[in-house]
């Protein structure tokens, strides 16, 4: 059974925008809240952004003012908005919820 699941991924030009999704359930978003992560060829994984069951959101300083992490209405979907990308947001962008993780979308940035 499938816990996350992300979508949304796509090519987008620089300066652009994009929302990922991230469909989970409300057991699971209640029990961990959610992180988005990314990872490049090459590079180590980076956490992206967090959002915890109340609604708190924390950003990574390498996204932070171009980020926006929020839950949905019924809390089973987490969506990441993203602008004002650049190339070097180009990587896989996954979500984690405690110890389960989405197999990721692909996110490239450019022209």
């Known amino acids: 059974q499938v816990q996350l699941e992300e979508s949304g991924g796509g090519l987008v030009k620089p300066g652009g925008s994009m929302t990922l999704s991230c469909a989970t359930s409300l057991k699971i978003f209640g029990m961990y809240g959610l992180a988005w992560y990314r990872q490049s060829p090459g590079k180590q994984r980076e956490l992206v952004a967090t959002?915890?069951?109340?609604?708190?959101?924390n950003y990574a300083d390498s996204m932070n003012g171009r980020v926006t992490v929020s839950s949905g209405a019924g809390k089973n979907t987490v969506y990441l908005q993203m602008n004002c990308l650049k190339p070097e947001d180009t990587a896989l962008y996954s979500c984690s919820a405690g110890p389960f993780w989405g197999q990721g979308t692909q996110v490239t940035v450019s022209s």
């Open positions: 959002i915890t069951t109340g609604g708190t959101t």
